[in-house]
């Protein structure tokens, strides 16, 4: 039995171990490997390759590299060379060739599979309707966010792991889930997402969004042109005796925005205001100089909230 | 005694003058001008003030239609009305007809662009008229009926004999409306995605062209539901924007660019796309010509929102320049209303050897007014360039040959 034990020591101790790259020939120590920055990187980007091999310190050896099997004379003895990724999903094997001064020969390999994994940010906040623009997260908002990977693969032949500064999203890696709801926690979020086809990690990606304050601009309605697209800068000049305005409170989580704890409008000064049956409007009336305020705020969330007025003339 | 009555007589004659030239004065007197007295001693020059003439007033009423100005300086405005879409026609016969829809109404007219002449043609209200986008031939308009999130799109049909429009409803809310031949190309939403359709006008066919894993895109719709498209999601410059082109199949290539706050304008296979760096505070352009994905950079800055492309030569493409020293805070306080611009429109032409840009007409030093456009487009024979005036929604024009 201690025979048969010492045995199976003996050979899987004798096994090469296999690291991120692959490496043949004896091993001193840990085996080498090669380093990507950046680790996974984009179509037709600049990669820096570094050899990892402090425990064996080919230091005094020679090192030489090969890209697609063409020789780098240039980078010959470098730890590390740059060079730039291919077309989107093309391998290209790098490989580092470890002479040791006792003449050892090792081959470090890394093949680089280049894809793009963008990360579409749809941040479920208040913007008009006539905005052309994108909508910003503000704390407490839901973000929903979609990754789209550019291999040749459906997003349901795909794992993607998400993970929203330190959490983890949804326990774990989980097949097809190419999209994720999280909500914006304060100062910002880093989300991070990686890509796994089977067992072989595809792409990893992470990109860091920042809150915004939501902010009201009031628009000038009108019955029959709709709201106009510029809105009233600070004051409102009043060519007839009345005029209906429309508090837009950009980046209010839309909850709030349906549902808000607390909508007020104050008029001040000469001028008085009739709400219609859209709390975002106001129809203002003139006798005199005056000035109309808005406060929109959700009292439990207290950050998803905004106030501003403008003058009346 | 003689004396009395000669007194008496001289008071007689004296009553009796004063009575008939109170008659005359009352019955037949005629009023005089008064002499100008404004300069009565000479003082500040020989020049006279003039009395204003006396015309007589006559009531008239007038059957003819309103003349629109289409000859003069290139820049014009075309309309006081306020404008939801238009479309230059593809020429038929000696003239060239546009057609638009003012906003509220949905009402169509058309200029004559040759004589100025302007009529209805269509006095059928859409209610909360917000859109429109016109068929190449004038025979269709698609309208987006609603000014909040609850809409509905309106598809109508012209007549030829009266001014009316036979309307239907498409049954879902089409956004980024194009209409390409018969075809009416658009997405709708469905939960977090952006289904891509084409609906055929005539035989009300429909089709789903492609599916996107985004909500809230811009598309730069191709020259029909089999070209290739590109899309790219709505741009704020605090998130980063990448571009896809759309396939016959509704698959997505993604083009070898990106940025913040990323807008696309396209002519053809080149792509121009716009980005800011929040941080260094710059706005700059990109051409990509996607047939080789070769880049060219260095060309300054557009605003994508702000450019059309010829329909008829390829790289020939307008646009409005940009300042590359972007505030921050750029493009979206321009989105939000907050920055107007004052247009300065230059046309771009590339090769695959070369880019030429001319400044055509800076909007304000040739018109004085300030015109912060969008919604540009040109005619099917690369003639006129228009555009639709932000402060006012007014459409106006520039003549491309003039």
Known sequence: MLRVFLCLCLVVLSTPLYAAAQVTGSLIGSGPSLDLSPRYPEPNQLVTVSLNDYANNAGGGTIRWFVDGQELPESTNQRQISIVSGPNGKNQLVRARVTTQDGLALNVEHTITPYYLDLIIEPQTRVPVHYTGRALPSVESQVNVSAILSAPLSPNQLIYSWRINDTVLYSGPVLGQNRAVFTMPQGSAIVSVSVSSGERLLASRSIEIFNTEPIVHFYATNPLYGVSRLPVHERLILLGSSATVRAEPYYLDLATYNAPDFLEWTVAGGVSGTRTSNPYDLTVTRSGIGNVGFHVRNLTQVLQGTQGGFAVE | ?402
């Open chain 2, 1 to 402: 005694m003689k004396k009395t009555i000669l007194v008496i007589g001289v008071a007689v004659i004296v009553v009796g003058l004063l009575i008939a030239a109170w008659i005359y004065v009352m019955f037949f007197g005629t009023p005089r001008e008064l002499p100008d007295l404004s300069n009565p001693f000479g003082f500040g020059g020989s020049e006279q003030g003039q009395p204003l003439p006396q015309e007589p007033v006559v009531a008239t009423t007038s059957t003819a239609n309103p003349v629109v100005n289409v000859t003069g300086k290139p820049l014009r405005q075309l309309t006081t009305r306020p404008v939801i879409g238009y479309r230059e026609l593809t020429q038929t016969g000696t003239s060239s007809i546009l057609l638009y829809a003012e906003a509220g109404t949905g009402h169509v007219y058309s200029i004559d662009l040759t004589t100025g002449a302007e009529s209805r043609r269509s006095g059928t209200t859409i209610i909360e008229a917000a859109e429109a986008v016109f068929s190449a031939d004038g025979a269709f308009v698609v309208y987006r009926s609603g000014y909040n999130r609850v809409a509905k799109t309106v598809i109508g049909t012209m007549s030829s004999t009266t001014d009316s429009l036979t309307t239907n409803e498409l049954g879902e809310l089409a956004e980024n409306m194009h209409i390409e031949g018969n075809e009416v190309l658009f997405y709708s939403v469905r939960g977090n995605s952006a289904i891509g359709k084409s609906r055929n006008l005539r035989s009300g066919a429909s089709k789903t062209l492609f599916t996107l894993p985004m909500s809230d895109p811009v598309v730069l719709w191709g020259r029909g539901e089999t070209a290739d498209h590109f899309i790219y999601p709505k741009p704020s410059y605090l998130l980063p924007g990448y571009v896809y082109r759309v396939g016959s199949g509704g698959g997505l290539t993604r083009l070898p660019v990106s940025g913040f706050g990323l807008s696309a304008f396209r002519s053809g296979p080149f792509v121009g796309i716009s980005t800011v760096d929040p941080g260094e505070e710059r706005y700059e352009t990109t051409i990509i010509d996607t047939f080789d994905n070769t880049i060219i950079d260095g060309l300054g800055a557009f605003i994508p929102e702000k450019c059309a492309s010829s329909l008829e030569i390829l790289g020939r493409i307008w646009c409005v320049q940009g300042n590359s020293s972007a505030a921050f805070g750029y493009p979206d306080t321009w989105h939000r209303g907050q920055v107007v611009n004052n247009d300065v429109v230059v046309e771009l032409f590339f090769t695959a050897t070369s880019t030429t840009i001319t400044t055509l007409v800076d909007t304000l030093t040739d018109s004085g007014r300030t015109i912060d456009g969008f919604n540009h487009s040109s005619g099917p024979d690369g003639t006129n360039l228009y555009f639709i005036n932000r402060l006012d929604n007014t459409l106006w024009l520039y003549d491309l040959d003039n």
